[in-house]
């Protein structure tokens, strides 16, 4: 079968589904990309038993399938720019792509050992939210998500599905973030989903500005989002999530209202001398004002801002770089921080907006 397709279309469907491609598997069909024709499409699926991503593309043509090498995602990011021509041998599972001056003469093989994934329809009642919301929710939350792989439920981002929106939670137990999406509905039966953080730093990626909406819903031991023709098919963890609502405090002892940005550079400033694993800095704040201080081997730095303060002064010293990942990800231009003394957590709310808190643990020093 043969198939004509512009490079740079091929090019971008290719780069989505490698994104589910294993880093190394010991089950050879999956280090590859499967390509089907029913004759009313094409599909391209890839997956690495936790994530699988499946691309449609509307094509008239013969029924078939074959598995393309994962090496076709290099060869056609370099082909010239100008329109490929697939020509595509169901029974010898060879692949000749050209472009151009270009002639490539592939091996393709035998998709029968290829997981079965099944074709999945967008059901009514989908949780339907705009590209560009979830994006931003997604940039705030999925960097607390621990890495660690002695802690797998840490490892996910919490989904909770509630009666008027979505709450999203994440934390490696050295902070906390918690965001809330209110104005959204849904009809699926359950509502909480624990979701492996490196499938939805993946899908961050491949969320498409062109696709207004993503509709989200449940299939079997699997969270779906789709968006633009693409099912973005990611596992359910199967680990308990603790309650860590009970280590936020329900009074401050001291808040401040800073600028952002001016934070985010003075702190970026002070970590240049911070060292050690924790990249320690000290904030002291009173009489309105908040300053930013570092010591190490390497010399000391400090530095002002002007506050808004209420409650008591307090010295504390945190790690910078957890501080700085919260003032990258928010685009608020101000911040509240609530402050429960020398030991107590450091919580980042935004002014006017209930439905967002990060929490950070201080460092105990002496």
């Known amino acids: ?64 399938a074959i598995l393309l090498p994962s ?36 091996n393709g093989s035998d998709p029968a050992d290829y997981p079965l994934i099944e074709e999945i329809s967008l059901p009514e009642g989908a949780f339907k939210i705009k590209t560009s919301t979830l994006k931003q929710v997604l940039r705030e939350v999925v960097f607390v998500a621990s890495t660690e792989e002695s802690r797998p439920a840490f490892n996910g981002v919490l989904f909770e599905f509630k009666e008027n929106g979505i709450t999203l939670t994440a934390s490696d137990t050295y902070r906390l973030v918690i965001r809330e999406i209110t104005g959204y509905s849904f009809s699926f039966e359950k509502q909480r989903y624990l979701i492996p953080a490196k499938s939805l730093r993946e899908l961050m990626k491949v969320l498409d500005e062109d696709a207004e909406y993503v509709s989200i819903f449940p299939d079997r031991e699997q969270l779906v989002f789709y968006f633009n023709n693409i099912h973005f098919m990611t596992r359910v963890l199967n680990e308990k999530y603790p309650d860590v609502r009970g280590v936020i405090p329900k009074q401050y002892q001291t808040r401040i209202k800073v600028e952002r940005k001016p934070l985010e550079e003075t702190i970026s400033r002070a970590t240049l001398l911070a060292e050690g694993i924790n990249q320690v800095i000290q904030l002291e704040i009173a009489d309105q004002l908040i300053k930013v201080k570092v010591s190490s081997q390497l010399g000391s730095m400090e530095e002002t801002l002007p506050t808004a303060q209420e409650g008591d002064p307090l010295a504390i010293y945190v790690n910078s770089r957890f501080i700085l990942d919260i003032l990258k990800v928010v685009e608020e231009k101000e911040l509240f921080i609530d402050l429960h003394g020398k030991e107590g957590p450091i919580i980042f709310r935004i002014p006017d907006d209930e439905n967002f808190l990060y929490l950070v643990l201080p460092i105990k020093m002496g």
């Open 1 to 64: 079968m043969k198939i004509q397709i512009q490079k740079n279309e091929f090019n971008s469907y290719l780069n989505i589904v490698e994104k589910a491609l294993p880093i190394r598997s010991t089950i050879p069909a999956i280090n590859n990309i499967l390509l089907q024709s029913d004759n009313k499409k094409l599909t391209l699926t890839a997956t690495n038993l936790e994530l699988a991503i499946k691309v449609t593309i509307p094509f008239e043509g013969e029924a078939g």
């Open 71 to 106: 090496k076709i995602v290099d060869i056609v990011r370099y082909l010239p720019e100008t329109d490929a021509s697939l020509d595509l041998n169901w029974e010898t599972f060879r692949i000749n792509i050209e472009s151009g001056p270009s002639n490539f003469l592939l």
